[in-house]
């Protein structure tokens, strides 16, 4: 069977994108709350929390544009090894971009931070966060690999996703759902991350890349590209893994776009 190719949405501007990523993200929850009742979505830090609460704190136009934030079990795609107040850390960000901004009564259902007892050893830390994803995805035994519902991942200027860096060995790890790294290239470097193999089994991936900044790290992932971490994705999600992009994000980038229907 050939090989799909992940959907590339591009947007004159930061407002068209984050309509379009609030329609996705909707459409991702209903399918989740028909499947098994709840809504099961990982989130990362850097850039995507802004993005993402201009997305889903804009005011509804109508039932079919409901955000149901009390079936949303909300997980982190990659987390530092810091405090929950910290400035680093994924879920501070989170927390105060989003969950801060959300009515008592649209609170999610769960938010898995990490256990930040174990912050002094990060392969526990990691262990640990593997232990929340079992009791919610099910034992070890049962299921190969956790499917999140959707995943929502950012792209560093490197082409790293998630705390998956480029050429670093990590990326070959096939048998955690969690993994620590030690030696992240960017700091802080002390972090756990979910797994390529989890990441890439999502029924949906969406990446958010904004600003021009970020176009010639796209041109290799998207022109070029084997082997960066956001590449990868691509290559083993295909067409379940959809990228929301502004112009400037892709300017020079000639794989070609889809619209947003
Ligand atoms: O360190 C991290 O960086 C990536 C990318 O961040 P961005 O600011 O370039 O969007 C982020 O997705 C990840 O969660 C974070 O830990």
């Not at 990362?44 to 149901?68: H, I, R, Y």
């Not at 519902?149 to 969690?178: I, K, N």
């Amino acid at each position: 069977m050939p090989k799909t190719q992940p959907n590339l949405y591009a947007f004159p501007g930061t407002d068209a994108l984050a309509q379009a990523l609030r329609a996705y993200v909707i459409q991702s929850q209903n399918a989740g709350i028909e499947r098994h009742g709840v809504f099961k979505v990982a989130v990362s830090g850097g850039s995507l929390p802004k993005t993402l609460a201009a997305a889903l704190l804009a005011p509804s136009s109508g039932p079919e544009d409901t955000v149901d934030f009390t079936k949303w079990e909300i997980f982190f795609a990659d987390e530092r090894a810091v405090p929950l107040d910290h400035e680093d850390s994924n879920y501070a960000l989170v927390k105060a971009e989003l969950l801060d901004k959300l009515p008592t009564d649209q609170q999610p259902a769960a938010v898995h931070a990490i256990n930040v007892e174990h912050l002094g050893d990060i392969q526990e830390l990691a262990d640990q966060y593997e232990q929340t994803l079992v009791a919610s995805f099910a034992s070890r035994d049962s299921v190969r690999l956790p499917i999140f519902d959707l995943l929502l991942l950012g792209c560093g200027p490197d082409g790293h996703t998630c705390s998956l860096f480029p050429g670093h060995e990590l990326l070959r790890e096939a048998d955690a759902w969690v993994a620590p790294i030690e030696d992240s290239p960017k700091p802080p470097p002390k972090r756990i991350t979910l797994t390529l193999p989890v990441v890439t089994h999502a029924v949906r991936v969406a990446f958010v890349a904004t600003g021009g900044g970020k176009k010639d790290i796209m041109k290799q992932i998207f022109d070029a590209g084997e082997g960066l971490p956001c590449a990868l994705v691509n290559e083993a999600a295909g067409d379940r893994c959809s990228w929301f992009v502004d112009e400037p994000a892709i300017e020079g980038v000639s794989f070609p776009r889809r619209a947003y229907l």
